[in-house]
């Protein structure tokens, strides 16, 4: 979720397992940029490239479904490694659709990208802010993130946040008490039952999801918990006996899943919650490979479940 700092601006913060030169390069290098910028699902030609101020960025943005999307981005300030703004969204047809500042900066070896959108108005605020919900646009810093790990570890991992209006208390809460998790966890139309549960390193949780005419059932054990910050478990499907099995749906899914949650508080009310998926253990390049291939579904359906989430908070 991207958040308003004045009513015709809309902000949002990244921080990066990656240095400052790493993060900068991603966002500057055309052949980078071209691995991660845009929705999932979307990629981009760039055309030509100036970075200065009074240089321009041209590319053109190739929707999931055909559709094309002619830019014009233009630099207005360039500091390497501090600093970019410049006007967003502008092409031969239209003028542009807001202004960006995007700070960088870096501590203990990560960077906090620190990105600011003005608008001409509030009305105009509103209608970009749907246009970046309806897009998933904020799957773009998640595959930002990806392309940095991989850079630098040559991991395939799976990233996706959302800020949450509640305290971090209450949503670690959410994440850990398998009474809650329960509410909002499952796919849309899916229900889910905890068998048995057991919160804490090393324990396992066994649960029952069910909806649409399939029964699923999948364990999860507990790797770490460290109450507010973060919750890391593995996650594998199994039979109503618990014996290790198969995605019903896709037997090339890997055996098992790491997930590490992190929350990360944004003033007193609001809680930035990253979740972190990768294959863990033996995998085959099959498995690998379709776990590359399921990022836009696994962006659906985490989306789904955080809509859940959203609309359950309210009611506790």
Not at 88 to 95: F, L, M, S, T, Y
Not at 132 to 142: E, F, L, P, R
Not at 198 to 219: A, E, L
Request: with cysteine; charged share 25%; glycine share 8%.
């Amino acid at each position: 979720m991207i958040v308003k700092n004045k009513n015709n601006e809309l902000r949002l913060t990244r921080v990066y397992e990656a240095p400052v030169k790493a993060v900068w390069e991603a966002w500057t290098d055309p052949a980078q940029a071209a691995q991660w910028w845009g929705p999932r699902g979307f990629t981009i030609t760039t055309h030509s490239k100036d970075l200065r101020p009074g240089g321009q960025w041209n590319y053109t943005m190739h929707g999931p479904d055909g559709v094309d999307y002619p830019n014009n981005t233009k630099y207005l300030e360039v500091e390497e490694y501090k600093k970019l703004v410049y006007d967003h969204g502008g092409n031969e047809d239209q003028p542009p659709l807001f202004q960006v500042t995007v700070l960088f900066s870096e501590k203990n070896g990560k960077t906090t990208m620190d990105m600011t959108m003005t608008m001409p108005s509030p009305e105009a605020t509103e209608t970009v802010k749907g246009i970046i919900k309806k897009a998933s646009g904020n799957s773009t810093w998640d595959r930002l993130a990806e392309f940095l790990e991989k850079e630098a570890t040559g991991k395939e991992r799976f990233v996706i946040n959302r800020s949450f209006e509640a305290p971090l208390e209450k949503m670690f809460e959410m994440w850990s008490n398998p009474a809650h998790i329960a509410k909002w966890t499952a796919p849309t139309g899916f229900d889910m039952e905890f068998i048995r549960t057991d919160v804490r390193p090393g324990g396992t949780n066994f649960y029952c999801m069910s909806g649409n005419g399939i029964k699923m059932y999948g364990r999860t054990q507990y790797v770490e918990i460290s109450k507010p910050n973060h919750i890391i478990y593995t996650q594998q499907f199994t039979d109503e006996k618990e014996n290790l099995s198969r995605h019903p749906m896709a037997p090339t899914w890997p055996a098992t899943m790491l997930t590490r949650v992190e929350f990360t508080p944004e003033g007193d009310n609001q809680t930035r919650v990253t979740v972190t998926w990768e294959c863990y253990g033996d995998t085959t390049a099959e498995e690998l490979a379709t776990f590359i291939q399921a990022r836009g579904g696994m962006t659906q359906g985490w989306t789904g479940s955080f809509d859940k989430l959203e609309e359950y908070l309210p009611t506790v």
